[in-house]
């Protein structure tokens, strides 16, 4: 009853995704919704995309082995990102009516910066997006008690996106997106309720994970921990600001005001309604003391469907995995759009430049397909990695190559395109040794390509000039008022 309930609820999104859809006559709808979504929408779809598997399964489960020190990435980062790109970059991006945030790197440093930056950009996708889908994988498997594979659920999940995604683009993501809010911040609130209730109160379960150390959020006093704290904490912060999929919510705000403050107000709830999941991850320690610590050992991602499978009534089950779906479904559609759009604009057009709106627009359905495809292999071949790890591991390669050239080029006049360039190789470069090597071990691989990223925009922007700053002229974007 539950997997057919489930199913239901699929289709339902898929239908209202495809209703949405009709709304879509040109590239500028499906990438960036025309620019004509409200604030309300702007403060959905921004916590809806944050809000993912991650979020519901990952985050309780590094909390309960480390605390709230093991989740300062996810969500302290990731929220914090949100809030720095409304006050610091939207309002300046939203005025020049770009529809890519590799347009920007194009229009500041030319050609092979906006290649470059494409490429890094939709390369961190990969991870984010697989982790939706293993967890998309692991919510069929366990709702038909395992006659779904894994990899057989992943791709179930995969086409229940993209039946809507493909036609609907940004249309269709934030219309879903505004519906599967509503049903993920009731349904989760109903089940924390519900089991801090089964725990003998929130105060017991507050007691609880006070006297287990899990609320100490800052680090021992020693330079190894505080740089490993601070290279955590700037991943998600800072690597997921030139990110397509938060500069599209952006763009496809109706004004500047919306455009500034959604992503702003989406960061702070997103930050404080993932105290949620751990909330009731700490209330399974308690329920079910003896079967949450073998859990611990096995898949502390497992801590919680558990509970709600074997110790809730079925209202709950059908209220937690309509959260779960809600929350995986919102974030894996905006990332399978992001690249998808990015790859069209920013690359593919550099071999048809003469193609008309139509022509891109069919590209773009068909670049989204097509990275679905890579991404449901990806996800199958990458299956015993942690639903966290695969997404924090996404944003490094934006932090190292993409952060320092976005924030350089709007803030600093002296930014060129050598700068840009040797920011872009020199900070993958710092990263890639310290990934490939012991070094990794005293200095955080990302600390280490953000340095040398910063060390590269300086000095090739103050040496003298090699490579000339060349502009392309700004392209019109059709269906933009």
Known sequence: MLLTLVFAYLLVTVAIGLIAARRVKNTADFAIAGRHLP????????????????????????????????????????????ILVGVFFAGKLYRMSLLTISDYYRERYGRQVEVLCSLIIMLSYLG?????????????NLLSGGAIAVPAGMAIGVVSILAYTLFGGMWSVAVTDFMQMIILVGGLAVLAFFAGDMAGGAGKVIDFATSRELFKFWP??????MLFFFAAAITMMLGSIPQQDVFQRVMSA????????????????????????????????????EQAQALLKEDPQKILPTLVMERMPFVMQVLFFGALLSAIKSTASATLLAPSVTFTENIWRQFRPGGTDAQNLRTMRITVLVFSLCVLAYAVASRGTSIYEMVSGAYQVTLVGAFVPLVAGLYWKRASTQGALASIVLG??????????????????????????????????????????????????????
């Open 39 to 82: 604030l309300a929408m702007i403060v959905t779809t921004t916590f809806a995309t944050w809000f993912g598997s991650e979020t519901v399964l990952g985050i309780p489960a590094r909390f309960i082995e480390g605390g709230l020190n093991g989740v300062v990435e996810d969500p302290f980062g990731a929220g914090t990102c949100l």
């Open 128 to 140: 984010w997006v697989s982790a939706q889908v293993t967890a998309l994988g692991l919510v069929f």
């Open 428 to 481: 993958l470069l710092a990263w890639g040794a310290c990934l490939a090597s012991s070094l990794g071990e005293v200095v955080p691989a990302q600390f280490a390509g953000l340095l040398g990223a910063v060390v590269g925009m300086l000095a090739g922007s103050l040496l003298p000039q090699g490579v000339a700053n060349r502009h392309t002229p700004h392209r019109p974007v059709e269906g933009l008022s």
């Open 220 to 225: 021992e006093p020693k330079l190894h921990d």
């Open 254 to 289: 109706n004004g500047l005001k919306a455009a500034t403050r959604g992503p702003v107000i989406g960061g702070v709830c997103y930050i404080l309604f993932a105290f949620v999941p751990m909330f009731l991850v700490a209330s399974a320690l308690i329920i079910m003391p």
